[in-house]
C-alpha cells in the first residue's frame, strides 16, 4: 500500500504542470499574436501565398515552411484564453481578428488560383476538403501540446513549431481558396469545414488547459458587468460547442462506418458468394440514417436470397445496422476466363491505337523534315538563279498537287513561279532554267507559273 501511494505521489510528480506556469507573460503573448495589422497581416498574407504554391504543386515541404512561418494560431488560442478568463474585451478581439484572417486568407489563395497556370487539383489539395474524426484529435491534442508549451517560462519552441505544422491551419484556408477560384463549392465548403473544426478544437484544448492550470480571471471593478459578460461568454461558449460536437459526433460515426465498410467489402470477396465474381468498382456513402454501399459485380448473377444473406451479414457481424448493400450486377453470366479475354481484347486495341498514334507522329515528322529541307534547298537555287538572272527579282519552288481527270487522283508535280524585274515574260530563260532545274531535282516534269 505504502509503495502504491509513493508511486502515485511520484507520477503526480512528473505529470505536474502548474509549478512552471508564467500566468502573466502566457497572457501578454497570446494577446500580442491576436492581432492582425502591420507584420503579422503582411507574413500570413505571404504565407498563404507559399501554401497555396506548395498544394498548387504537390510540394509537401513548400507547404510545412508557409506552416511554420504563419500567425494563424494568435486568434485562435486567443478564443480559448479570453473564454478561459472570462475577458470580453479579448474575446471581441480575437474574434474580429480571427474573421480578417479568414477574408484575408481567402483573397491570398484565391488571388493566386485565379492567375496560377495549373489548375488541376493535386492530392495536397483534395486530401484538405474531407474532415475526419483524427483532424478532431489532431486540433485537440495539438492544441493541447501548444499551450502547454505557450504557459511554460522557458517555452521550448521546437513543441510551438511542431504544433503549428501538425495542426495544419494553412491548407484548408488555401482549398477553400482554390475552390472560390475555380468555382468548386464542394471544395470550398469542404475545406472550410475542416479549417473551421480544426480551430474549434484547438480552442476548446487552450481554454480547458486554461481553465486546469488556474489562470487567473479577469477582475471587473464593477460586480454587475463581471456577471454579465460571464453569462455572455458563457452563452456563446454553449452556442460554438454545440454544433462542434454534433459534427464531430457525425465524424465519429462516419469514421466508424468508412472502417466497418472496408473490412466488409475486403472479406466478403474471400466467401462462397464470389467464387464465380469479382467486385470490380465499390461506393460508400455515409449519411446518418441510411449510409449505403454499393458493389459493381460481374460474374454469375447473385440471386436475391445471396443478397438478403450479404445484407444479414453486414448488420450484425460488422455492426452497420442502418446500412444499406446494393448490388450493380452485369446482367449476363460472364466467367472469369471470358472476363480475361475481353480485358486482354481490349489491352491488344490500346496497344494497336497506340502503335497508330506513333506511325501517325512519325509520319508528321518526316513531312515537317521534307517541308525543311524543301525550304533549304528553296533559297538556295533561289540565290544562285540571282547570280545567273540579275533580273529576276522573286523565284519560288515547292511540290503542288493537281488533279488528274483521266486518272481521277492528284499528282504531285514540282512547281516553279517567275516574276521579272520588266514585269513581262522571258521564255527562254524560263525554258533554260526550268531544264537546268530538271538536271539538278533529278524529275521529268515540271509546271511554270507566272
Known sequence: MKKLRYWGKRLLQLMQLKEDTDYEATIDNITKSVTFQGINLWILFFAIIVASVGLNVNSTAVIIGAMLISPLMGPINGLGLAIGIFDEELMRKSLTNFVIMVVISLL??????????????????????????????????????????????????????????????????????????????????????????????????????????????????????????????????????????????????????????????????????????????????????????????????????DITEMQQTMRTTYGLKNAKLLIKQTGETIDITKQNEIIENMLDKKDQVIQLQDSVIQSLRNKVSHIEQSQVLSAQIAKELHVQHPDLTTFALDEMSFYNPQTDQYEKIPTVYFKWKDGAVHPQAEEAIVKWLKVRLEVDEMKVIH
Open 108 to 305: 491570398a489563395s484565391s488571388l493566386y488560383f485565379l492567375i496560377s497556370p495549373l489548375s488541376d487539383a493535386q492530392s495536397e489539395l483534395l486530401a484538405r476538403t474531407n474532415p475526419t474524426i483524427y483532424d478532431v484529435f489532431i486540433g485537440f491534442f495539438g492544441g493541447s501540446a501548444g499551450i502547454v508549451a505557450l504557459s511554460r517560462k522557458n517555452q521550448p519552441m521546437t513543441v510551438i513549431s511542431g504544433v503549428a505544422i501538425a495542426t495544419a491551419l494553412m491548407p484548408p484556408l488555401c482549398t477553400a481558396g482554390y475552390g472560390l477560384a475555380t468555382f468548386q463549392f464542394r471544395y470550398f465548403f469542404g475545406a472550410l469545414y475542416l479549417f473551421f473544426i480544426n480551430s474549434f478544437f484547438i480552442s476548446l484544448s487552450t481554454f480547458l488547459f486554461v481553465r486546469f492550470l488556474g489562470f487567473p480571471q479577469t477582475k471587473y471593478v464593477d460586480e454587475k458587468r463581471a456577471t454579465a459578460v460571464k453569462r455572455i461568454i458563457t452563452i456563446f461558449t454553449i452556442i460554438v460547442i454545440i454544433p462542434s460536437l454534433i459534427a464531430a459526433i457525425n465524424m465519429i460515426r462516419e469514421t466508424a462506418f468508412q472502417t466497418q465498410a472496408k473490412k466488409f467489402v475486403s472479406e466478403i470477396q474471400d466467401t462462397p458468394y464470389f467464387e464465380n465474381r469479382q467486385v470490380f468498382n465499390v461506393d460508400r456513402q455515409f449519411s446518418r440514417t441510411e449510409p449505403v454501399i454499393t458493389m459493381s459485380v460481374v460474374g454469375v448473377p447473385l440471386s436475391s436470397t
